[in-house]
């Protein structure tokens, strides 16, 4: 079971690097440096590709997917989240535990500039509960993250039977 495709990724070793790359990568760093000090950086999260399973009826609780990304020059960190729509709403993690999947909750979810983190099937999600109308494939929910900083982003999650195919590119 996948839980994090970032991990999985080879890293890139600093010996594969020239001495003139690396003496401009160190300008380069340094000039943003200079630059960053000027302006104050910040975190600035996009939620992306953002969908809700569908589930039966009588289901107590459904999960909300995205994928989350900062796409600002310092880390984010969302505290919880919530929605009009949904009594409860929580950040989880599915972990197997000896071949068990269990979920746990999540206080506070960083992500570094640059960076993305999946919320899929199998690992983290929203995890939402007491829901306030039908959830049916096609019905389109606000759910909103609030980040430990207070800065709050919402975003229109699909509620679809399975993970949507993605837009063209
Ligand atoms: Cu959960």
Same mark, same amino acid.
């Given at each position: 079971?996948?839980?994090?495709?970032?991990?999985?990724?080879?890293? /890139?070793?600093?010996?594969?690097?020239?001495?003139?790359?690396?003496?401009?990568?160190?300008?380069?760093?340094?000039?943003?440096?200079?630059?960053?000090?000027?302006?104050?950086?910040?975190?600035?999260?996009?939620?992306?590709?953002?969908? =809700?399973?569908?589930?039966?009826?009588?289901?107590?609780?459904?999960?909300?997917?995205?994928?989350?990304?900062?796409?600002?020059?310092?880390?984010?960190?969302?505290?919880?989240?919530?929605? !009009?729509?949904?009594?409860?709403?929580?950040?989880?993690?599915? /972990?197997?535990?000896?071949? /068990?999947?269990?979920?746990?909750?999540?206080?506070?979810?960083?992500?570094?500039?640059?960076?993305?983190?999946?919320?899929?099937?199998?690992? !983290?999600?929203?995890?939402?509960?007491?829901? !306030? =109308?039908? /959830?049916?494939?096609?019905?389109? =929910?606000?759910?909103?993250? =609030?980040?430990?900083?207070?800065? !709050?982003?919402?975003?229109?999650?699909?509620?679809?039977?399975?993970?949507?195919?993605?837009?063209?590119?």
């Amino acid at each position: 079971m996948r839980f994090d495709m970032r991990s999985n990724l080879p890293r /890139v070793s600093g010996r594969s690097e020239n001495n003139q790359g690396n003496r401009c990568a160190w300008v380069f760093a340094s000039l943003l440096a200079a630059m960053t000090m000027q302006a104050s950086a910040a975190g600035h999260l996009l939620i992306e590709h953002a969908w =809700i399973r569908e589930a039966p009826p009588s289901a107590m609780m459904l999960a909300g997917y995205a994928v989350l990304r900062n796409d600002g020059d310092a880390a984010v960190e969302i505290s919880t989240a919530q929605s !009009k729509v949904f009594g409860d709403v929580s950040i989880h993690e599915t /972990v197997l535990e000896n071949g /068990v999947s269990r979920m746990h909750e999540l206080h506070g979810l960083q992500i570094a500039p640059g960076a993305e983190v999946a919320l899929a099937p199998g690992g !983290k999600h929203l995890m939402l509960m007491d829901a !306030k =109308i039908p /959830v049916v494939a096609g019905t389109v =929910i606000e759910l909103t993250l =609030i980040l430990t900083d207070g800065r !709050k982003v919402s975003a229109a999650f699909i509620v679809s039977a399975d993970t949507p195919s993605p837009a063209a590119h």
